[in-house]
Nanobody
Framework: QVRLVESGGGSVQAGGSLRLSCAGFGYTYSIQYMGWFRQAPGKEREGVAAIDSDGSTSYADSVKGRFTISQDNARNTLYLQMNSLKPEDTAMYYC??????????????????????WGQGTQVTVSS
């Protein structure tokens, strides 16, 4: 049974940094790509960043230059380094793994999973 567990969320002031981690358990076959999406109360799910199995990355325009997605070599831990945080970054952040190539390795793809799983989420709150 595949399971993703996020950690690293918290409360910071605007301009601060956080590093989210996602530990994966129970993989039975290779995933196509992984990533992060977020959802704030009353808002739609938003893809933040995605990373392909070859290491190529893509980001939402709203986080480009501020967030960095990375993974360890064994692809069992995913990270999201978040710098220069803004109040509008406040949301629940979810790690996701996708086994399908239908939607592609993009933030939109990670936000609209075709055949994937996601974790329980970790809250990020940025105060002004």
């Amino acid at each position: 049974q595949v399971r993703l567990v996020e950690s690293g969320g918290g409360s910071v002031q605007a301009g601060g940094s956080l590093r989210l981690s996602c530990a994966g358990f129970g993989y039975t076959y290779s995933i196509q790509y992984m990533g992060w999406f977020r959802q704030a109360p009353g808002k739609e799910r938003e893809g933040v960043a995605a990373i392909d199995s070859d290491g190529s990355t893509s980001y939402a325009d709203s986080v480009k230059g501020r967030f960095t997605i990375s993974q360890d070599n064994a692809r069992n831990t995913l990270y999201l380094q978040m710098n220069s945080l803004k109040p509008e970054d406040t949301a629940m952040y979810y790690c996701a793994a996708e086994w399908s190539t239908v939607r592609g390795c993009t933030p939109r793809g990670i936000a609209t999973l075709h055949n994937g799983v996601w974790g329980q989420g970790t809250q990020v709150t940025v105060s002004s």
